[in-house]
Nanobody
Framework: QVQLVESGGGLVQAGGSLRLSCAAS????????MAWFRQAPGKEREFVAA??????NYADSVKGRFTISSDNSGNTVYLQMNSLKPEDTAVYYC????????????WGQGTQVTVSS
């Protein structure tokens, strides 16, 4: 199974930037969709961004501010977060979905992102 470990969360002021990293135990770039989700206290889990090869999707709330990417090995996925807003505060999770599965199969432990106003 694919093991996922997130890192890079922290506390940042509004307007600042953070880059989250998701290290995978195996190459995922071609047979898995990799995604970032987030969950704020008291709210449902929310889709943020996904990537598989050259196919990329973003939630409307982060479009133009966040960028999802992968390294050349396909073992690490990044989420560059710019122009952060207090409403971006959440636990961010990395997830992977095998292309033949309907749901995301593997999840990281999450990393806290807090944006102060």
């Amino acid at each position: 199974q694919v093991q996922l470990v997130e890192s890079g969360g922290g506390l940042v002021q509004a307007g600042g930037s953070l880059r989250l990293s998701c290290a995978a135990s195996a190459r995922t770039i071609s047979i898995y969709t990799m995604a970032w989700f987030r969950q704020a206290p008291g709210k449902e889990r929310e889709f943020v961004a996904a990537i598989r090869g050259a196919s990329i999707n973003y939630a409307d709330s982060v479009k133009g501010r966040f960028t999802i990417s992968s390294d050349n090995s396909g073992n690490t996925v990044y989420l560059q977060m710019n122009s952060l807003k207090p409403e971006d505060t959440a636990v961010y999770y990395c997830a992977a979905k095998w292309i033949l599965h309907s749901e995301y199969d593997h999840w990281g432990q999450g990393t806290q992102v807090t944006v102060s106003s």
